[in-house]
């Protein structure tokens, strides 16, 4: 018997390398844990935009009454974020009596920790016998371990140059990697307003039922409201999703699409929608918290990421200031993120992040001084203490904007509120 987080140590260990990409380890177990769904399975990939649009589904499925799964990743705080069943986070006991199913099932074949956990989301979800799992996607499509398990309805939110490393350097090669979660005769829903080449011919290869953003499905964005048409017909005045930043309407855009396709098996009324919108929630997605001076949290880590965030900063209301606390993982564009967001920070607090995979704050500044910024410059340690400089610098009236990574969010939440790990 082990506690989650020896469960969780344990797992890191069982893999030579944190990212292998790949199915056949994964189909080996899924085939001895004998792991069968009850009810459909709707996937998310894409470059940015999975986590809100994963949120939005199972809000709205949940406000219609299904008792839905959803798997998501990386998490803030807590392991059990990753996995929720009926709206609640899985409790430690539930995920470590998964681990200990997949341990029994792998039979030293050796799995990644991303790989072990997907396996334990779905024999916790073939337990729990629900109506509909939603799947985000972790990185890429095609190879991913989530791409083991046959969706019947799969959505690409965006495409971007990200993990160049695993999946190209172009837009054409990594669309086509992540419409590799697309099946034949299925829908397939592309948000992306310019879709790849490479994503449009692998979903035509393979016969995939295509619904493109703008074709057969669309928009319009209002001041107060926004109205939707898609292929079970148009709903207008509708109100704002939860989530804030205008790219969460065309989120929603796409899992209303995705929820029309599958209308057979997953009907929703309009009272689901509205309600599932309304109380749609996400960490960490240009999140506001309560108090002076406003402190927005956000994961962005990519170029494309960033440049929304800097839209949403943009139309958040004036600032006297708006103090960055940044911290970023080394393998990220971090010059094309420092360039995005450099016409809205007027003040730089540089945060170093530990493991293998962060950069040190001498690594941000340098990439900072390579797109020409004036603004002030300090390096720290860590994202907690480029947070308290951050606090201290700013007045009542000025933003302060944490970004970055999921580990820089994280540690500022947990900064600010040392309870929030419970």
Not at 162 to 178: C, F, T
Request: a neutral charge; hydrophobic letters at 45%.
């Amino acid at each position: 018997m082990r506690s989650l987080a020896a469960w969780l140590e344990f797992i890191e260990r069982q893999h030579p390398q944190s990212v292998a990409l790949g199915l056949e380890r994964v189909r080996e177990v899924l085939g001895r844990l004998a792991v069968s769904f009850a009810g459909p399975v709707l996937t998310v990939g894409g470059t940015n935009g999975k986590g809100s649009t994963t949120a939005m589904l199972e809000s709205i499925l949940r406000a219609a009454g299904y008792r839905v799964g959803l798997y998501t990743s990386p998490h803030l705080l807590r392991y059990g974020e990753r996995v929720r069943i009926l709206g609640r986070e899985a409790d430690d006991a539930a995920l470590c009596e998964a681990f200990d199913a997949v341990e029994r099932a792998r039979q030293h074949l050796p799995l990644t920790y991303f790989e072990f956990g997907t396996l334990a989301a779905a024999w916790l979800f073939a337990r729990e016998r629900l109506d509909a799992m939603v799947l985000e996607v972790g990185l890429g499509g095609r190879l991913d371990a989530v791409n083991a398990f046959d969706a019947d309805c799969a959505v690409l939110t965006s495409v971007a140059v990200d993990h160049v490393d695993y999946l190209g350097d172009s837009r054409d090669a990594i669309g086509r990697e992540k419409a590799g979660i697309f099946r034949a005769g299925r829908p397939a829903i592309m948000v992306d307003p310019d879709p790849p080449a490479g994503a449009l011919a692998e979903a035509r290869r393979i016969g995939a039922h295509l619904l493109l953003l703008g074709k057969d499905f669309g928009y319009a964005d209002e001041a107060t409201q926004w109205s939707y048409w898609g292929p079970a017909g148009r709903r207008a005045g509708l109100a704002h999703p939860a989530l804030r930043g205008a790219i969460q309407v065309r989120n929603a855009a796409g899992a209303m699409a995705a929820l029309d396709a599958m209308r057979a098996v997953l009907p929703v009324g309009m009272q689901d929608i509205r309600r599932g919108l309304a109380n749609v929630t996400l960490a960490g997605r240009f999140q506001v918290l309560p108090g002076r001076p406003q402190i927005i949290l956000d994961v962005a880590h990519n170029p494309q990421a960033a440049e929304v965030l800097a839209s949403n900063l943009a139309a958040s209301g004036y600032a006297p200031q708006t103090i960055a606390v940044c911290g970023m993982l080394r393998d990220k564009d971090l010059a094309g993120v420092v360039r995005a967001l450099a016409p809205r920070i007027t003040r730089w607090h540089l945060a170093g992040l530990g493991g293998p995979r962060g950069a040190s704050a001498a690594d941000l500044a340098r990439a900072v001084a390579a797109t020409g910024v004036t603004a002030p410059v300090r390096e720290h340690a860590n994202p907690a203490a480029a947070l308290a400089a951050a606090r201290s610098d700013a007045r009542e009236n000025d933003k302060i904007i944490v970004f970055g990574s999921f580990l820089t969010v994280s540690e500022a939440i947990t900064t600010l509120d040392p309870r929030s790990h419970g």
